[in-house]
């Protein structure tokens, strides 16, 4: 086996470029980061899709974090709802009780997300919605979206946000129904039907 010098510039080889990071995958994920709704509450939907990048393809390393109002459109405000072991330091899962209205989840090989919350409540003059911020490889900076449901047609094209918006655009922002509370929204982070994203200033 041949020893490279490394103690000298001009004898260390050239290495293979990587992929820009943070790479979100590691450290942060926790066992039911999609579980923000407690256990058989009877307004539980389930959201769930695919991270796909410019040219379509899944990005199986990210992570879409959700905020929503209950079913009132009360933005919650109460104790987190993880559990530890108070032996091991452990993570136990959330209580099961309290909904915090927060929850991570992390896109598997295929690209794919999915987590189960509370239908949200409308707030002000805005139709409901659950916000989202994703995190994904070579994004340095995060970004930030909405989840709305369809529904009531009248309530979507007279929100703020929404009204503002060319119709193709704002499809990128209605998720789709799928029967049983199970809604699909991908999210495309650049080239053809591009999800719409937030700037926060």
């Not at 293979?16 to 407690?38: Q, R, W």
């Not at 009531?152 to 703020?160: C, F, K």
């Amino acid at each position: 086996m041949t020893k490279i010098d490394t103690s000298r510039p001009e004898t260390v080889l050239p290495t293979p470029s990587h992929t820009v990071g943070p790479f979100y995958g590691h450290a942060l994920p926790f066992p039911g980061g999609g579980d923000i709704a407690p256990i058989g509450h009877p307004d539980t939907i389930t959201l769930h899709g695919y991270v796909l990048d410019g040219e379509g393809k899944p990005l199986p390393d990210a992570f879409v974090e959700l905020w929503g109002p209950d079913p009132d459109g009360n933005v919650p405000r109460v104790d987190g709802s993880m559990r530890r072991d108070t032996a091991s330091g452990g993570f136990l899962g959330r209580n099961g009780v309290e909904f915090t209205g927060w929850g991570r989840s992390q896109t598997d090989m295929s690209g794919h997300w999915s987590a189960r919350t509370l239908r949200p409540g409308a707030r002000g003059q805005s139709a409901p919605y659950i916000s989202v911020c994703v995190f994904a490889r070579g994004l340095l900076v995060h970004l930030y979206t909405r989840i709305y449901l369809p529904g009531d047609e009248a309530v979507l094209a007279a929100d703020p946000l929404l009204s503002r918006l060319d119709p193709a655009r704002r499809d990128t922002l209605v998720a789709a129904e799928q029967g049983n509370s199970t809604y699909r929204f991908d999210i495309r982070l650049q080239g053809e039907g591009e999800t719409v994203f937030l700037e926060f200033q």
